[in-house]
Nanobody, 115 residues
Framework: QVQLVESGGGSVQPGGSLRLSCAASGIIFSIYDMAWYRQAPGKQRDLVAAITSGEITNYVDSVKGRFTISRDNAKNMVYLQMNSLKPEDTAVYYC?????????WGQGTQVTVSS
């Protein structure tokens, strides 16, 4: 059974940091390009950062220089290190394949940035 489980969210002040984790099971993880997506209230779910099976990364402009995506194929994990967080980063964060998003979505992890 395919499953994605996100964790690591929380509430932080502007300028703070969080590290999100996504555990994948039921797939041959190493062959998939993976990504983090986020959805703010009332908005669509958008791409944040992606990492290919060969560990090539790309980021949306709004997070470049602040967020870092990485993966550990031995552990079937993908991570998102988020630094210099801003209030506009507030959202529920999800992981899934890239670009197809074709796995069943996990529950996501809430990130709230507020003073």
């Amino acid at each position: 059974q395919v499953q994605l489980v996100e964790s690591g969210g929380g509430s932080v002040q502007p300028g703070g940091s969080l590290r999100l984790s996504c555990a994948a099971s039921g797939i041959i993880f190493s062959i998939y390009d993976m990504a983090w997506y986020r959805q703010a209230p009332g908005k669509q779910r958008d791409l944040v950062a992606a990492i290919t099976s060969g560990e090539i990364t790309n980021y949306v402009d709004s997070v470049k220089g602040r967020f870092t995506i990485s993966r550990d194929n031995a552990k079937n994990m993908v991570y998102l290190q988020m630094n210099s967080l801003k209030p506009e980063d507030t959202a529920v964060y999800y992981c899934n394949t890239y670009p197809s998003r074709n796995l069943h979505w996990g529950q996501g992890t809430q990130v709230t940035v507020s003073s």
